[in-house]
Nanobody, 117 residues
């Protein structure tokens, strides 16, 4: 399993970013894909998940209405569209893959998102 995140960077409060995670080395369409984040001094937390087919999504309460997870099973890529960003969204964002009948995640290396004026 290989997961490579991209799209992070510095953005002003209220701005938007779109993260991408390119997957390889496994049957992408059989895996639940998720985004997590970890801010300095805090535990890693779930941001959003999407089912293997893309038909079902789930979000942490603080991200609902601002973030959108999607996937392209033909391109083996999962996306996270982040809108109305706040300074408290500053974190390293990680892509994770879990086989739909499994219990453990495989992780990417993370991409830094910094929200600051």
């Amino acid at each position: 399993v290989q997961l490579v995140e991209s799209g992070g960077g510095l953005v002003q409060p209220g701005g938007s970013l779109r993260l991408s995670c390119a997957a390889s080395g496994f049957t992408f369409s059989a895996y639940v894909m998720s985004w997590y984040r970890q801010a300095p001094g805090k535990e890693r937390e779930l941001v959003a998940s999407i089912s293997s087919s893309g038909g079902s999504t789930d979000y942490a309460d603080s991200m609902k209405g601002r973030f959108a997870i999607s996937r392209d099973n033909t391109e083996n890529t999962v996306y996270l569209q982040m809108n109305s960003l706040k300074p408290e969204d500053t974190a390293v964002y990680y892509c994770a893959a879990r086989y739909r009948y499994g219990t453990s995640n495989s992780w990417g290396q993370g991409t830094q998102v910094t929200v600051s004026s």
